[in-house]
Every structure is written in structure tokens, then in C-alpha cells.
């Protein structure tokens, strides 16, 4: 087992803690363990795309009391806080696209009943694309992801049905390209405020090792700077329930940008979020 580069070694008890079956582990070098982990890696992949839809249906929040033990009183009691405030939930596949895939959904599935935000949002996407490239992004890349995107908002702007979106967002290819593009909106506003977003960043990277990192590559979980930088690019308003281990009983939300109404709002559970109605 590989923690961290090649040959480096995690110790026999922490092997055990994770894996009984490896207790008695001894390390050969001769064999490539960063290729065995990848190779694990792309099976649990595989495994969480065959049982998770990239979106699921709108489900009853009554669903949540089952992700959690009965016995769990503080999870338990913040499901009945949110019931008391909300009534279904759209969950998300957790691919670490989860946000990107979350936010856009609930986005495009609101302008399906209220078309009066396309047009400005059309513009700032296309803005955004002149941005990009005057940042160095070759069009040529761009155009594929931008031009399916905007294929996308066109068609929820004429005739698309909730049942032709909820396709689309489970449509892998489609998809992943919608996602995409949602990065690069978030990539293409921290570059261009990269003096003020700098200071948040930790170690020694600038903004453009920071997007190139942690903001454009697929299956890069999202932070509280992700956020800030695409509702503020973008101009939806989102609020984010906080589902945590905190004491209380109640559950926590953050409004971004502050003191704004949120246009849609997202469930946040360690390391996921979902769609609250």
C-alpha cells in the first residue's frame, strides 16, 4: 500500500487498521503499487457510477433518515430541522463534481419555470469566454465546452422539458462537459481578481497554479472559494445547509454572496452536496 509517492511505504499497523486481510503486508520492490492503486481507484469508480445516477430523482427528504443510523441523534435531529424548512432533495453522484453538477442543475431546472435571467447569464457566459482567452486559452479547446453549454441553456430556453434536462445532466458525456465549463467560469473569475483571491490561498501557489490544480481538473472537490468565485462570476445567489457533527440539533446555512436571496439552495454534507426544494 502507497502512501504519498513511489516507495513510500504506509506501517504495518496503520496496513492493518485498513485492510485485516494485509496484516502480514510486506513491501516488493518490484512492483508498481502507484499502478495497483490507480488500478483500485478506477474500480471504486466504476462501482460508484453503476449504482449512483450523476442525478437522481426528486426524493422525499424522508430519504435522509436512512443514509443515517436511528441510533445517530445528532444526525437524526438535524433531518428533522431541514424537514421542518424543506420537503424533497435531489441528490448527486460523489465524484467530486458534485457541487458543479448540484449548482447547475438547480440552476438551469429554475430558469425552466422563470426564462428572465437567461439572457444576462447568456452574456456573462459569453464574456467569459472572451476572458479566457485573452488569459491564454487556446478558443479552439474552449468552443467545444462553451458551444455545449450555451446548446444547453438554449435549449431550456425554448422548448426543453424537466424530463429532457434531468436526461441531459445524466447523460455522462453532456454532462461532463457542462461541468467543465462551470470550472472554467470559476477559473476565468479568479484569475482576473487573482490580487484579491491570492490572499486566501495557502502555500506558496499563485492563482493560476491554484486553478490549474484545484479548480479546472475534473473530480476536484469544491471549497469556500469555489463557491465565492462562481456565484459572484455568475450572479446566482446560493445557499448552502450545512449538515455537520456540530452540536445543537439545528442546522447551520451561509448565504453566498451575504445578505443576498439565494436563488436556489444546496444540501452540504461532509464532502457532498445535494439539491434541497
Same mark, same amino acid.
Given at each position: 500500500?502507497?502512501?504519498?509517492?513511489?516507495?513510500?511505504?504506509?506501517?504495518?499497523?496503520? =496496513?492493518?487498521?485498513?485492510?485485516?486481510?494485509?496484516?502480514?503486508?510486506?513491501?516488493?520492490?518490484?512492483?508498481?503499487?502507484?499502478?495497483?492503486?490507480?488500478?483500485q481507484?478506477?474500480?471504486?469508480?466504476?462501482?460508484?457510477?453503476?449504482?449512483?445516477?450523476? =442525478?437522481?430523482?426528486?426524493?422525499?427528504?424522508?430519504?435522509l433518515?436512512?443514509?443515517y443510523?436511528?441510533e445517530?441523534?445528532?444526525y437524526?435531529?438535524?433531518?428533522?430541522?431541514?424537514?421542518?424548512r424543506?420537503?424533497?432533495?435531489?441528490?448527486t453522484?460523489?465524484?467530486?463534481?458534485?457541487f458543479?453538477?448540484?449548482?447547475?442543475?438547480?440552476y438551469?431546472?429554475?430558469?425552466?419555470?422563470?426564462?428572465?435571467?437567461?439572457?444576462?447569464?447568456?452574456?456573462?457566459?459569453?464574456q467569459?469566454?472572451?476572458d479566457?482567452?485573452?488569459?491564454?486559452?487556446?478558443q479552439?479547446?474552449?468552443?467545444?465546452?462553451?458551444?455545449?453549454?450555451?446548446?444547453?441553456?438554449?435549449?431550456?430556453?425554448?422548448?426543453?422539458t424537466?424530463?429532457?434536462?434531468?436526461?441531459?445532466?445524466?447523460?455522462?458525456?453532456?454532462?461532463?462537459?457542462l461541468?467543465?465549463?462551470?470550472?472554467?467560469?470559476?477559473?476565468c473569475?479568479?484569475?482576473?481578481?487573482?490580487?484579491?483571491?491570492?490572499?486566501?490561498?495557502?502555500?506558496?501557489?499563485?492563482?493560476?497554479?491554484?486553478?490549474?490544480?484545484?479548480?479546472?481538473?475534473?473530480?476536484?472537490?469544491?471549497?469556500?472559494?469555489?463557491?465565492?468565485?462562481?456565484t459572484?462570476?455568475?450572479?446566482?445567489?446560493?445557499r448552502?445547509?450545512?449538515?455537520?457533527?456540530?452540536?445543537?440539533?439545528? =442546522?447551520?446555512?451561509?448565504?453566498?454572496?451575504?445578505c443576498?436571496?439565494?436563488?436556489?439552495?444546496?444540501l452540504?454534507?461532509?464532502?457532498?452536496?445535494?439539491?434541497?426544494?
Amino acid at each position: 500500500m502507497v502512501v504519498g509517492g513511489r516507495g513510500t511505504v504506509a506501517p504495518p499497523a496503520l =496496513v492493518s487498521r485498513f485492510s485485516p486481510d494485509m496484516a502480514d503486508f510486506h513491501y516488493d520492490p518490484e512492483k508498481n503499487y502507484d499502478e495497483q492503486t490507480l488500478e483500485q481507484q478506477r474500480h471504486i469508480e466504476q462501482e460508484v457510477a453503476s449504482t449512483q445516477a450523476l =442525478v437522481s430523482e426528486r426524493l422525499s427528504l424522508n430519504q435522509l433518515i436512512k443514509d443515517y443510523s436511528m441510533e445517530d441523534n445528532i444526525y437524526q435531529q438535524k433531518i428533522q430541522d431541514l424537514r421542518s424548512r424543506y420537503r424533497d432533495i435531489r441528490k448527486t453522484r460523489g465524484d467530486g463534481n458534485c457541487f458543479y453538477r448540484a449548482f447547475g442543475f438547480a440552476y438551469l431546472e429554475r430558469l425552466l419555470h422563470d426564462k428572465s435571467d437567461i439572457p444576462r447569464f447568456k452574456e456573462v457566459v459569453n464574456q467569459s469566454k472572451t476572458d479566457l482567452v485573452a488569459l491564454g486559452y487556446p478558443q479552439f479547446t474552449l468552443d467545444d465546452f462553451f458551444d455545449t453549454f450555451l446548446d444547453v441553456l438554449s435549449r431550456v430556453e425554448s422548448s426543453c422539458t424537466p424530463e429532457e434536462l434531468f436526461d441531459t445532466f445524466n447523460d455522462q458525456g453532456v454532462s461532463d462537459y457542462l461541468i467543465v465549463t462551470w470550472r472554467l467560469l470559476v477559473t476565468c473569475y479568479l484569475q482576473r481578481n487573482g490580487e484579491f483571491f491570492a490572499n486566501f490561498l495557502e502555500g506558496h501557489r499563485d492563482i493560476k497554479e491554484f486553478c490549474c490544480q484545484e479548480v479546472e481538473p475534473m473530480n476536484k472537490e469544491c471549497d469556500h472559494i469555489h463557491i465565492t468565485a462562481l456565484t459572484s462570476a455568475v450572479g446566482i445567489p446560493v445557499r448552502v445547509e450545512y449538515m455537520d457533527r456540530g452540536e445543537g440539533g439545528l =442546522v447551520n446555512h451561509h448565504d453566498f454572496p451575504e445578505c443576498s436571496k439565494p436563488a436556489i439552495t444546496l444540501l452540504y454534507r461532509p464532502g457532498h452536496y445535494d439539491i434541497l426544494y
